[in-house]
């Protein structure tokens, strides 16, 4: 099966500067690669998604990039505000399965 | 257009009783997934269904959990009996079932102790 890293586990920043958290995978066959974000209390909810036949996927404030050589991709959160404090995840899939990263609690110190 | 809902929300038992755990998929999302969130974890999958039918049951712990989607729609996690390591969340998830490279959502999740 598939394999993915998150790093870091824990992330401070001050209000209005960037954040970026990379995961990596194992399994070259893996072609979608989506990040959600869990507030206390709550689901997952997904925030953005790419595909691998894209190199960068932006919405807003928030970007992820894929290296499908390298194995890596990497969400980056740009002015970031305190609403942005949760545990964000990063997923790959393989098959129909989706494996999930340990996840990064982002603290955004106001 | 209403998201995943899962039901109860919170679930506190002794060891050794049972548990069930009641989920509503997105309409017409035909694949719904069970996850286990343990604390500082990502969800890992339980079991997936498409339609009725469950197509991945192989992290399901067979001896004690059992699940079912009736009609393809909603669907019941049960465990029989509850283990102090069953603590956890349980998360509810579906998908139109279009490929794989298909969006999950995720509904809020039951969370389980077990004393």
């Known amino acids: 099966g598939e394999n993915v890293e998150q790093h870091p586990s824990t992330l401070s920043v001050q209000e209005g500067d960037s954040a970026v958290i990379k995961c990596t995978y194992s399994?070259?066959?893996?072609?979608?690669f989506p990040w959600y974000k869990q507030e206390l209390g709550k689901g997952p909810q997904l925030i953005i998604d790419i595909r691998s036949n894209v190199g960068e996927k932006k919405d807003q404030r928030i970007a992820v990039t894929l290296n499908k050589t390298a194995k890596h991709f990497s969400l980056h959160i740009t002015e970031t505000q305190p609403e942005d404090s949760a545990v964000y995840f990063c997923?790959?899939?393989?098959?129909?399965?989706?494996?999930f990263g340990t996840g990064t609690s982002l603290t955004v110190i106001p | 257009e209403a998201g995943v809902v899962q039901s109860p929300r919170y679930k506190i038992i002794e060891k050794k009783q049972p548990v069930a755990f009641w989920c509503n998929p997105i309409?017409?999302?035909?694949?719904l997934y069970w996850y286990l969130q343990n604390l500082g974890q990502g969800p890992e999958l339980l079991i997936r269904?498409?339609?009725?039918?469950?197509?991945?049951d192989s992290q399901l712990p067979k001896d004690r959990f059992s699940a079912e989607r009736l009609k393809g729609v909603d669907s019941t996690l049960k465990i029989q009996p509850a283990e102090l390591g069953d603590s956890a969340v349980y998360l509810c998830a579906s998908s139109l079932g279009v490929g794989d490279t298909d969006t999950q959502y995720f509904g809020p999740g039951t969370r389980l102790t077990v004393l």
């Open positions: 997923a790959a899939t393989f098959g129909n399965q989706f494996y």
């Open positions: 309409s017409g999302h035909n694949t």
């Open positions: 399994d070259s066959a893996s072609n979608y």
């Open positions: 269904y498409e339609n009725e039918e469950a197509v991945d």
